[in-house]
């Protein structure tokens, strides 16, 4: 097989299927380093040129008819390059799998380095919302939602600097009209998410906000003591923000950036270009132009509770967002496809992790 360079824009039409002996050809696919709900994502070498890479390796039998999903994932992705957002460097399919080759990002999630107990420095925090508000303003400029942006999907880049990059594009959509789809992550789903009210980018830079929150004091804004859905959601609809003492006693005006970000009303809130403009923002990444480090400081007595509090959570409902979603027809150009009114099912059981979900407390 000889290895195609991936359109500018990807239709499902122009994905020719290939066979696994193809694949065997022309990647040497090696060990696993990060799986999710349908994928396994392994370290891969392209033969061809020696470049070590990353694959994301869809089994099509567990999508269960969502293969519209991967589909807009992959035209999307396609459609999209920027150093803040993970690239797509070719995709095939066999059969039995959808291979999606990307450029290999090698310092893990997020989620897994707030995991380690550590709390963060407000110059390395500033320094990935940067990050983050980079890449959702270049696809939030193009109307693009990513409707599930939170630690897990944030790949980490670099040696000694954090750099981020934006991943698993799986739930993106273009935004043409008022969405209505619930879906999301619970921890960072945005109030307007949960009113029904009809929702657009802004959803994104609200999970920003949680990330922001957690990154300096690692726990998040909005949680319930007895892990009640219905009680979060309240929580995250009311959108009270507290500050609670030690935790934020040092902490500068980045509980000003942290309001702005969580207002409820999306309309109220910061976009991710204003973020960028921010003067907390644009004050600590000053101070950190050479080259800053990660500054993970250990884990005390007052952090090492709080950060047991953030779950891994599946980008959920893992079987109900998806149909909710536009039959597989209205995903063909991924451009064009947008959310419709979604059906008369509760919003909690849209976002509740199924049972088969990993909901590890780190
Ligand atoms: N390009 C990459 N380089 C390195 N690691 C990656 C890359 N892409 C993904 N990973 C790792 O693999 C994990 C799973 O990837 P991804 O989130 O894309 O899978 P998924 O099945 O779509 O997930 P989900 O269940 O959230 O939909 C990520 O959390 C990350 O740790």
């Known amino acids: 097989m000889t290895l195609p360079k991936l359109p500018e824009r990807l239709e499902v039409g122009d994905w020719e299927e290939c066979s696994e002996e193809d694949i065997k050809h022309c990647y040497d696919i090696g060990g696993v380093i990060g799986d999710g709900n349908f994928a396994e994502v392994r370290v891969c070498v392209v033969r061809q040129t020696g470049r070590t890479c990353a694959m994301k390796v869809v089994d099509k039998a567990k999508l269960q008819g969502r293969d519209h999903m991967i589909h807009n994932e992959v035209a999307l992705l396609a459609s999209l390059r920027h150093p803040r957002l993970v690239r797509l460097l070719r995709s095939h399919h066999t059969h039995a799998h959808v291979y999606m080759l990307m450029e290999l990002v090698t310092g893990g999630d997020l989620f897994d380095a707030i995991a380690r107990n550590v709390k963060f420095s407000e110059v390395c925090a500033a320094g990935m919302v940067r990050d983050i508000s980079e890449g959702l303003k270049f696809i ?20 000694s600097c954090i750099t981020l ?100 009303n999306p309309k109220g809130r910061l976009t991710a270009t204003q973020t960028l403009q921010h003067d907390w923002l644009r004050s600590f990444c000053r101070t950190s132009k050479q080259k800053y480090q990660p500054h993970e400081t250990s884990p005390d007595q007052h952090h090492k509770p709080a950060v047991t509090s953030l779950v891994k959570q599946p980008a959920s409902p893992t079987n109900s967002h998806y149909t909710t979603e536009p039959g597989p027809d209205q995903h063909k150009n991924a451009q064009s496809c947008t959310d419709r009114p979604r059906s008369s099912q509760s919003d909690t059981d849209h976002l509740k992790p199924s049972q088969s979900q990993r909901s590890q407390v780190k």
């Not at 991943?167 to 999301?184: R, S």
């Not at 945005?190 to 990154?215: K, Q, R």
């Open 140 to 159: 939030h400029n193009r109307r693009i939602a990513h409707r599930d942006i939170k630690p897990e999907n944030l790949l980490r880049h670099g040696d």
């Open 165 to 264: 990059k934006l991943a698993d594009f799986g739930l993106a959509l273009l935004v043409t009209e008022p969405l209505f789809t619930i879906c999301g992550t619970p921890t960072y789903v945005a109030p307007e998410i949960l009113a029904e009210t009809g929702y657009g980018v802004a959803v994104d830079v609200w999970a920003m906000g949680v990330i922001l929150y957690v990154l300096l004091c690692g726990f998040p804004p909005f949680r319930s003591a007895e892990r009640n859905q219905t009680e979060l959601f309240r929580l995250i609809r009311a959108g009270e923000l507290h500050f609670f003492s030690p935790y934020w006693d040092m902490v500068s005006t980045a509980k000003d950036l942290i309001r702005a970000l969580l207002q409820v």
